[in-house]
């Protein structure tokens, strides 16, 4: 009997080694060590033998059993080892070619600019107001000390919807709206569209500009310039130096034209700047108290400032776009470079 | 306005400035006056110098060309080839020597002409950019100077600037006032003019009467006669001056009204006496619809509203802006009549503006002259007429001048001059700057610290201050802050940081809505676009077709767009109405340049008239998608139509939004710009809110578009209501959720979105979330359906689910399909 075991269990070894797949290996197990299998019959047979010899014998399959079954599990992995390299070595592919295509989406330079502008000014306590494009006739130009027949009304060449009212030639008229309706002090950004009816390469009929205003008991140029070094230091760079030139609008008192050292050659001279180290950015200026007192302002009380710039010529000075029109033809190739 | 150095060299000595010219105009530029352009005149003419011709010889090898040895009085005799024929041995002539570089950037080399060396060229009249066209050389009378430059000869060796004078600088319109601005600048003193008349006997008033009926709109009025004049050309220097400031010569009279303008700024006009038959000037205002012929024959439509000189019974000239055919100078004008008169600005600008008539006449008006100055211009004119035209100038004189114009008195602080800069002004600085101005500075009071006496140590100092007439746009303190400011210098302002001391207000909500919808739609993959405002009105109706249908898809569109009154052409003549033909348009553009691809989404404003005659914008959400995404793991997938990409798409930004409770429906009418069987109402909380759809085929066909399109337009503020809103979070439950599916067979008439809509509702809250999975027809379906499978998720918060409770909901949906819509499971 003990022969007879030695033999299956050398038959089991042999049988187990020959197995091709963790399946055949799993069923030579069943045949020999499952509940029907050949161990159990033998199992069976111990009942023949006298009963001192049983234990012994009883330990005997105890041990072959428990032989098998690590054979059995070192098989087992073994193979398992071979089923992975093969499904791994199955499934190579080549990741240098593409996926499947996505759209990513994205913002237009102008409103990039715009939410930039509004976000460093915002640090320092300006919030968004908005306005109509079709405006009367007194927030475009009358309330802005700009009155009919006068001649600052050539500066800006106008479209008329009808005698009242006109397509705003500039966002300022945001800055009386604000004026009659919020209290002082105050300071706002008034970013939006506006229309000019002249149209060459350099120029379109309707762009957008941003302004900012200041309302408080004392306001000086100081502290325009300081406000204006600040936001041009994080809108381009912290090296940027500001200058001011005499200018004149109707709605400013004193007023300038506001330059920086141009971004990109730092000041050295480039194509951007015309060689001169510098780019005129916007104009600006201490609220002409005209203003103020159009808006029933007290003007002795209140001083403010107000400047105001364009957000094409920001967008061409920042992304070097080399063609006003292509703000507006909204072709994929230009609006898929923009990865913010 | 442009400037010629060396006639401001009459007022101001500039002279220093005439070789470097740069330092000027940047002196110029930082107080307000800016230089736009610098133009050289000599540097054209550089090496061009006066040559005598000593020898002439016909060429060897040509018979039109000769050889001439020409005299330049520096070094040797040169030999110079020419091929014209008018010169003769012993003329002066114009010598463009080598290295010369002529107007046009032609450059002057030693070469050979047919094997004869030539070392430079005689020039031309237009060679030199004097003349348009001009025959043979240029012969120059004997009397010149050998090897002068010709620049310094025939006086070109001038500089123009041109200046942009902003609109409140109406006082540096002209030589004088710049002169006035540049020796206040530079400290130098300012030449007056004081023109020397010999008066004959003869009397004006004797000839004719004035009377100004209209004195608000015309202030002062003055003139005077000279008879006996003779109308010929103007002289050299003063053609040369004029075409300076790009004005051409006419007549030696109407040249000398055009210079005394660029000389003083006043405009002048002068009338022939002879033509003023009624001995009569009057100056009123025009009756509607009166025809007037201006001097360069155009008719104008005159109104009341329009200022006239007239004599009699005619317009003789368009106040300030323009003379009349019926009275100009002309060449046989024997006696003149001339008007130097102040007009007031608006009246000028409006009429001029209306008539669409700019002169230099009516843009100095409309701008502001100097009531002072009249009388001036008046005699610098008649002065200069008896020079170059001879007669008699008439002794007496009209000045109507009844009520002299207010000179304003601006009552100042010298600390609100630093407080408004933004740096320590002193009180001398100040001083001597408003004189230098030509101001009238009287000192009401120094307010001393109490223990200092030194004046100069001020702490401060109230001012009266009276600024010069002409200086009329100095009117309020504000405006004497500038003009230190600019004339000190603004490099003087320091940069300081206004200290925040208020609590900053929130965005206006509109802007934050916009930024969150823009940043929910290009999360969704779709890239912003901006178009104009406005747009062709023709194109917008093409694209938009009927606009009545888009109102019911909760979408008003105006019929009528806001028309601009003066558009610049007719492709940008409304205001937009729908953001759609600005997306089509963009699409063209796209598939022009073979963008076969593309997903745009416009948040923008579309704009209409309101009853009350007032005009309101809304803003909308539009998208446009085109072309499928396609690629290596798609290439074989079944193309579906392409909205439902864009739907996605617009779930997604829903999504975002928090919007669960949105239905896609079929819209009772369909705009003919979209497909009438692919298209979608949106309903958002009950609220029909925009369309979405696929772009009608016929308007494919008609723009020749290849890839498929598919457009969506929504109300912004339906879609933002009550945005941006706080998300609530459910807990997702600890009890594990049970996966069921079902395929329904659908007739192809009925809309699945119902048919979920009804499944939902009958699930009731155990419900998770109900998706179509699967939709075929074909084998095994009967025509006229289609087999869709939908998959659902059961879970409860409280338990888990036993079979019996998933078994009832299954048949209660089972119930529902065949009650409600007879539909039956696969």
Redesign the interface.
């Known amino acids: 009997m003990q022969n007879k075991l030695a033999q299956l269990t050398d038959l089991a070894i042999e049988e187990f080694k020959q197995a091709k797949g963790r399946r055949e290996l799993y069923d030579i197990k069943v045949k020999y060590l499952g509940k029907q299998g050949q161990f159990s019959v033998i199992m069976k047979d111990m009942a023949q033998l006298p009963k001192e010899e049983r234990p012994v014998f009883g330990k005997v399959v105890n041990e072959k059993k428990n032989l098998l079954e690590q054979f059995y599990s070192e098989q087992e992995a073994h193979l398992k080892k071979i089923e992975l390299e093969q499904k791994i070595s199955s499934e190579r592919v080549d990741l240098t070619?593409?996926?499947?295509?996505?759209?990513?989406?994205?913002?237009?330079p102008?409103?990039l600019v715009i939410?930039d502008i509004?976000m460093i000014l915002?640090r320092?306590?300006?919030?968004?107001?908005?306005g109509?494009?079709?405006e009367q006739d007194w927030y475009n130009f009358s309330a802005l000390n700009i009155p009919?027949?006068?001649?600052?009304r050539?500066?800006q060449d106008t479209?008329?919807?009808?005698p009242s009212?006109v397509?705003r030639t500039h966002t300022s008229p945001i800055q009386i709206h604000t004026l009659e309706n919020?209290k002082l002090?105050?300071?706002i950004l008034a970013?939006g569209?506006v229309?000019r009816?002249d149209?060459d390469i350099s120029h379109s009929?309707?762009f957008h500009q941003i302004e900012g205003m200041?309302v408080?008991k004392?306001?000086?140029?100081?502290?325009l310039?300081?406000?204006i070094?600040?936001l041009l230091q994080n809108l381009f760079s912290t090296q940027i130096q500001?200058?001011?030139?005499?200018?004149?609008f109707?709605f400013t008192?004193?007023?300038?034209e506001f330059d920086c050292t141009c971004p990109l050659c730092k000041g050295k001279g480039c194509r951007m700047c015309k060689q001169t180290g510098w780019i005129e950015i916007g104009g600006c200026g201490?609220i002409?108290?005209?203003v103020l007192e159009a808006t029933k302002v007290d003007g002795e009380e209140w001083?403010g400032f107000a400047f105001g710039l364009g957000i094409e010529r920001m967008a061409i000075i920042r992304y070097g776009i080399e063609d006003i029109r292509w703000?507006?033809?909204?072709?994929?190739?230009f609006?898929?470079q923009f990865t913010s | 306005m442009k400037i010629s150095l060396k006639w401001l060299q009459d007022f101001v000595d500039v002279s220093d400035f005439l070789t470097q010219p740069q330092v000027l105009a940047d002196r110029l530029?930082?107080?307000?006056l800016?230089v736009e352009s610098i133009h050289d005149l000599s540097r054209d003419l550089n090496q061009v110098v006066i040559g005598k011709i000593v020898e002439l010889e016909k060429h060897p090898q040509s018979e039109r060309l000769t050889v001439c040895k020409v005299d330049v009085a520096q070094g040797p005799l040169r030999q110079i080839v020419c091929g014209a024929t008018n010169h003769r041995s012993g003329d002066f002539v114009v010598v463009a020597l080598p290295g010369a570089v002529l107007p046009q950037n032609f450059a002057i080399k030693e070469s050979k002409i047919r094997e004869v060396e030539s070392q430079g060229m005689l020039c031309s009249e237009s060679e030199l950019g004097l003349k348009e066209t001009s025959e043979g050389i240029l012969i120059l009378p004997p009397q010149v100077t050998l090897g002068q430059s010709f620049a310094t000869y025939a006086a070109l060796d001038d500089v123009v600037f041109e200046i942009n004078v902003?609109?409140?600088?109406?006082d540096c319109l002209s030589h004088f006032g710049l002169a006035r601005e540049v020796g206040c600048l530079l400290g130098r003193p300012v030449q007056k003019l004081s023109p020397k008349l010999k008066l004959s006997n003869r009397q004006i008033k004797d000839k004719l009467s004035l009377q100004v009926k209209a004195p608000k709109s015309c202030p002062r009025y003055a003139g005077r006669g000279v008879f006996g004049i003779k109308v010929g050309p103007s002289p050299q220097w003063l053609k040369q001056r004029l075409a300076a400031m790009d004005i051409n010569s006419i007549n030696n009279v109407v040249d000398v009204t055009n210079y005394v303008m660029m000389e003083l700024g006043q405009p002048l006009h002068a009338f022939d006496l002879n033509f003023l038959s009624q001995g009569k000037i009057v100056v009123e205002a025009a009756t509607a619809n009166e025809e007037f012929i201006s001097l360069d024959g155009s008719s104008l439509n005159l109104s009341e509203t329009d200022l006239t000189i007239r004599d009699g019974h005619r317009a003789i000239a368009l106040a300030g802006v323009v003379g009349g055919k019926n009275s100009g100078v002309q060449e046989n004008t024997v006696q003149l009549f001339i008007e130097s008169a102040h007009f007031v600005?608006?009246?000028v600008?409006?009429t001029a503006r209306r008539l669409g008539v700019q002169t230099d006449s009516s843009y100095r008006f409309?701008?502001?002259t100097d009531p002072e100055l009249v009388t001036l211009a008046l005699n610098r004119a008649c002065e200069l007429i008896q020079q170059l035209a001879g007669g008699d100038i008439s002794s007496d004189f009209y000045d109507e001048y009844p009520n002299k114009l207010p000179q304003s008195t601006i009552n100042i602080y010298l600390s609100y001059v630093s407080?408004?800069?933004?740096?320590r002004v002193l009180s001398e600085e100040f001083e001597s700057w408003m004189n230098r101005l030509g101001c009238e500075v009287t000192v009401c009071e120094r307010i001393n610290d109490s223990n200092s006496t030194s004046s100069s140590l001020a702490k401060d100092v109230h001012y009266k201050i009276c600024p010069p007439v002409y200086r009329w746009d100095l009117q309020?303190k504000?405006?004497l802050?500038?003009e230190f400011?600019?004339l000190k210098g603004?490099?003087e302002?320091?940069?300081?940081?206004?200290a925040?001391?208020?609590m900053?207000?929130?965005?206006?909500t509109?802007?934050i809505l916009e930024?969150l919808l823009?940043e929910a739609?290009?999360?969704?993959?779709?890239?912003?676009?901006?178009?104009?405002?406005?747009t062709s009105d023709s194109f917008q109706r093409e694209i938009l077709g009927e606009v009545q249908d888009f109102s019911s898809s909760g979408l008003t569109v105006s019929p009528s767009a806001?028309?601009?009154?003066?558009?610049?052409s007719e492709d940008?003549n409304v205001?937009r109405v729908s953001l759609l033909p600005g997306l089509v348009k963009?699409l063209l553009?796209?598939c022009r340049?073979n963008?076969e691809?593309?997903?745009?989404f416009e948040i923008g404003?579309v704009?209409k008239k309101s009853e009350d005659s007032s005009?309101t914008?809304n803003l909308r959400l539009g998208l446009i998608a085109w072309g499928h995404?396609?690629?290596?793991?798609?290439q074989n997938n079944k193309t579906y139509p392409l909205v439902f990409d864009l739907k996605e798409a617009l779930s997604i930004v829903l999504n975002k939004l928090n919007l669960r409770n949105v239905l896609w429906q079929t819209p009772k009418v369909v705009p003919q710009l979209f497909h009438p069987t692919q298209t979608a109402a949106l309903f958002c909380e009950g609220r029909q809110i925009g369309l979405v759809g696929s772009l009608h085929p016929e308007k494919a066909e008609q723009y020749k578009i290849r890839p498929g399109v598919a457009l969506s337009e929504i109300d912004f503020a339906s879609l933002m209501r009550g945005q941006p809103r706080l998300v609530k979070i459910q807990s997702h439950g600890k009890f594990p959720s049970v996966e069921r599916d079902m395929t329904l067979l659908v007739p192809v008439e009925l809309a699945m979105g119902e048919v979920l809509k009804e499944l939902k509702k009958t699930a009731g809250t155990l419900l998770q979330r109900m998706d179509v999975v699967d939709l075929f027809t074909g084998e095994g379906v009967p025509s006229g359906f289609r087999a869709i499978t939908c998959k659902y998720f059961l879970q409860d918060n409280q338990a888990t689910l036993d079979e019996t409770k998933i078994l009832s909901i299954h048949n209660s949906l089972i119930q529902t399909l065949q009650t409600k819509f007879k539909i039956q499971l696969k």
Request: proline share 9%; with cysteine; hydrophobic share 30%.
């Open positions: 070619l593409p996926g499947p295509k996505r759209t990513t989406g994205g913002h237009h102008i409103a939410n509004v915002s320092i306590g300006y919030s968004v107001r908005l109509p494009q079709i009919a027949d006068h001649p600052a050539d500066l479209f008329y919807i009808d009212h397509l919020e002090p105050l300071r970013p569209a229309y009816c149209s009929p309707n200041l408080d004392k306001v000086s140029m100081a502290d310039k300081g406000t070094v600040f500001v200058r001011f030139r005499p200018s004149y109707p008192e004193p007023s300038a201490l002409n108290p005209k001083q703000f507006t033809e909204n072709d994929v190739r609006l898929e | 530029t930082q107080v307000g800016e902003t609109p409140n600088r109406a600005a608006e009246g600008r409006r409309s701008r502001g407080e408004r800069l933004g740096y309020h504000s405006d802050v500038e400011g600019r603004y490099h302002i320091p940069e300081h940081f206004p925040l001391q208020q900053p207000t929130p965005h206006t509109d802007f930024n823009a739609v290009t999360a969704a993959g779709y890239r912003q676009a901006i178009n104009y405002g406005f806001v028309t601009l009154q003066n558009p610049m940008l205001m963009n553009h796209n340049h963008n691809f593309g997903r745009l404003s704009f005009y914008q995404l396609t690629g290596l793991w798609t």
